[in-house]
């Protein structure tokens, strides 16, 4: 069992002002959704450690720097999926990775001019356990969005932040400076109570 847990309408709204602009102050976003700026701040660091809000970067348009983007659905032996899949994600020119079921894998990759799809195509075929390989240039993008949806009804499974894997069964819960923090094991939680003291004491 990997425990669920709702996001609330607070945390929906921060999601929903970070996604539109990523360099929001914290206290802007308070401003917006109604809450204190300690409250963001609290409710950010929870969506981060759950692995929610990755990270915060720059959108850059690969096609006004005159990049390729090309799209490959790769078809591999049954098993081999994972595999391939793992190799690919390695490379840089490979910007998204994500395995289907059965033996298929597709991906999206940025080429830095034309002349170079060829070379990612003879790569990509010349991987182990792949069968054969698609390719779409992609001539024009209409839309590229983030692809989180943040609808008002959002839930996530928990995972340890300790050691970042997912909790089955019955989550470790401690609470500290007023927010909740899930280990998976006492091991975890002790390695991080440590760690969040000396950070607190640094601070
Ligand atoms: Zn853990």
């Known amino acids: 069992m990997h425990p669920e847990m709702d996001l609330d309408s607070t945390d929906v709204a921060i999601l929903r002002c970070l996604q539109a602009d990523g360099r ?3 206290r802007t976003i308070a401003k917006k959704v109604g809450v204190s700026v300690p409250t963001v701040s609290a409710r950010l660091a929870t ?5 929610i809000v990755r990270g915060y970067t720059a959108f850059i348009d690969p096609e006004r720097l005159n990049e390729t983007p090309v799209t490959l659905v790769i078809k591999t032996k ?3 999926a994972e ?3 793992k190799e690919l994600a390695r490379r840089e020119r490979v910007r998204r990775v994500s395995v289907a079921h059965s033996g298929w894998v597709v991906a999206d ?6 002349e170079e799809v060829d070379q990612l195509l003879e790569e990509v075929a010349g991987l182990e356990d792949v069968v054969d390989c698609q390719h779409y240039v992609n001539v024009r993008t209409l839309k590229d969005v983030p692809r989180a949806l943040v609808t008002d009804s959002l839930t996530t499974t928990l995972i340890c932040f300790q050691c970042k894997g997912p909790i089955k069964g019955e989550p470790i819960k401690i609470r500290m400076d007023g927010r909740d923090h899930y280990l998976c094991c006492h091991s975890c939680e002790r390695l991080y109570v440590e760690k969040y003291e000396k950070m607190k004491a640094g601070a």
């Open 109 to 114: 990759a940025t080429v830095p001019n034309r």
């Open 78 to 80: 049954l098993q081999s």
């Open 83 to 85: 595999k391939v899949a």
């Open 24 to 26: 929001a102050s914290m």
């Open 47 to 51: 969506l981060e450690q759950l692995g």
